[in-house]
């Protein structure tokens, strides 16, 4: 089978998470794809595949145990951002211009909107009709892992043995929750979770998650006067408090930010949800700080029980684990000569199962699937980078 084939095969499952269950997997329908995912491995000569009660996916190919013990990690959700189910893909030969995804309902992806597709000009692309998901992030990694995996199978060449892994629930931030770093057995890792051909991540954001409820007084308008505490207007003046520049659409590059994903509300209780992020710990601190300060805020106004803040980190830069080891940097740098792509360091505005993963005793820095406009309709991959990616994983495994 090829990683093509593979592809298209586990995008059909629809795996999408659920932040507001609190159940591991949060979805049963990933476990299914987690069970084909076995089926398959074994079939393939994989003794050992298996999947935990938790629908965590492992297995091993043994290899020349001189050379180091390297895994290989994705996971199979998709994100919770558009629709994942009933994934309808097609592989278009791309020459240019923008590309019409669904003529019934008049969907294209324009050029002048994403203009990264102009540098895939002569490709073939896999891309959505327009109204789901494609299913790259990630199940393009798992492609390329299984098909890098049959690879080493067939060819009967010196390589490092493989740990396999594939998590549940990474985009909603809980894919390493349950990961047994001791079974898996890996001297390091890497999360094939990346965007663009070439991409190799070791930076990504300190990142937390903030819950803040606000408490008002409900009671008839008519009789309101001195009475009424609206906790909308009280979730109004927490944000107005909040640095209004830090925020996503005002940042790129290194630039943190402290972002409202959702609120919901009436007049007497209003509970507002935010992610905080920045590469910087320092700052990352101080965006926490600045919640604090702005509850405080809110409490020396309208009473102590008028506001309550709750902040949970949820990883951490994992920079600073990677820098004492950087030969595996320098493995993937060299992988990617071999099958000639240019390496590109680039810092993740976000975070990956390996940036946990590095804090638990396993450093796992992130490449490259070929993927790209993630967490949106109009994601796609060319088959071209597909096999690329693979190609890369094979070297990885392979140099000596």
Known sequence: MTVTERFLKYVSFDTQSNEFSETCPSTDSQKLLGQALVEEMLSMGIADAHMDANGYVYGSIPGDPNLPTIGLIAHMDTAPDAS??????????????????????????RCAEYPNLTKHTGKHLIVTDGTTLLGADNKAGIAEILTAAQFLLKARMNHATLKIAFTPDEEIGRGADLFDVEKFGADYAYTVDGGTVGEIEYENFNAAGAKVVFRGVNIHPGSAKDKM??????????QSLLP????????EGYEGFIHLTDMNGTVEQTTLRYIIRDHDREKFTQKKAAMESAAKAIQERYGDHSVELQIRDSYYNMREKIEPCMYIIDRAKKAMANVGMTPVEVPIRGGTDGARLSFMGLPCPNLCTGGENFHSRYEFIPVEDLEACTQLLVQILTTL
Not at 86 to 105: H, P, R, S, T
Request: glycine content about 6%.
């Open 229 to 238: 505490v609206n906790s909308q207007y009280l979730a109004m003046a927490f």
């Open 244 to 251: 209004a520049m830090e925020k996503p659409e005002h940042t």
């Open 84 to 109: 994942g189910a009933n994934v309808q893909a097609k592989i278009v030969e791309y020459n240019g211009g923008d590309i019409l995804l669904n003529a019934d309902k008049d969907i294209w992806m």
